[in-house]
């Protein structure tokens, strides 16, 4: 069964360092997603993609946040510099396409810690 | 506005018992409700799903009742099992997901 891949699966780093999430959608998928998942919350949407373009970036800190899906396919979310409340799962999903009641699927996230 | 409202935040359920879990939204431009479940560890996974115009869907043990006009729409699990046992987010969607808080279901053997 396919599935959205993430990398890495934890990460712990100090306030003020960068670190940069991978994800790899289901073949196919023309959507991509990047949510932050705050614990006890649910996802918030941080951006999407339609392809290799940026459809909603309105969620994201783009001080501090830049996400991009280059060749349509694979992407990647980079924080630079990390701050303590940044702390958080970092989830990556996936649909055939942005509208239509498409399902999305989600990856297993990258949990990060800042300290 | 964008706000989708869940309660409870926790629900303890006996093995072969009702789990319900309910959820409120403001924007009648929300055209799509989903049920997301989500285990330790793992990413949501979608449960269930409703579309506005149909006032309840029935997928094996899992129900969702919708209602239009109080925009209110609750998740129904008949004969809950262990296995349940997750956290269950309610979702709403007008051009993007927005996503309830959460609730934290244990269902006790």
């Known amino acids: 069964e396919a599935e959205v891949a993430q990398s890495p699966r934890y990460k712990i780093t100090e306030k003020s360092q960068a670190v940069a999430f991978w994800c790899d959608p289901i073949?196919?998928?023309?959507?991509l997603y990047w949510y932050r998942q705050i614990l006890g919350q649910g996802p918030e949407l941080l951006v999407q993609?339609?392809?290799?373009?940026?459809?909603?970036d309105s969620q994201l800190p783009k001080d501090r946040f830049s996400a991009e899906r280059l060749k349509g396919v694979d992407s990647t979310l980079k924080i630079q510099p990390a701050e303590l409340g940044d702390s958080a799962m970092y989830l990556c999903?996936?649909?055939?396409?942005?509208?239509?009641?498409?399902?999305?699927?989600f990856g297993p996230g990258t949990r990060l810690t800042v300290l | 506005q964008q706000q989708v409202k869940q309660s409870p935040q926790s629900l303890i359920v006996q093995k072969g018992g009702i789990s319900i879990i309910n959820c409120a939204y403001e924007?009648?431009?929300?055209?799509?409700f989903p049920w997301y479940q989500q285990f330790p560890g793992k990413g949501p996974a979608l449960l269930i799903a409703?579309?506005?115009?149909?006032s309840e869907k029935k997928e094996g043990r899992f129900t969702i009742s919708f209602n239009k006009s109080a925009k209110q729409f609750s998740l129904h699990i008949m004969d809950s099992q262990p296995g349940d046992s997750a956290t269950y987010f309610c979702?709403?969607?007008?051009?993007?997901?927005?996503f309830g808080t959460g609730t934290l279901l244990a269902v006790q053997p």
């Open positions: 993609f339609q392809d290799e373009s940026v459809v909603d």
């Open positions: 924007n009648t431009a929300f055209d799509y």
């Open positions: 999903a996936s649909s055939a396409h942005g509208q239509g009641g498409n399902e999305q699927f």
């Open positions: 409703i579309r506005p115009d149909v």
């Open positions: 073949s196919g998928h023309a959507t």
């Open positions: 979702a709403a969607r007008r051009n993007k997901l927005i």
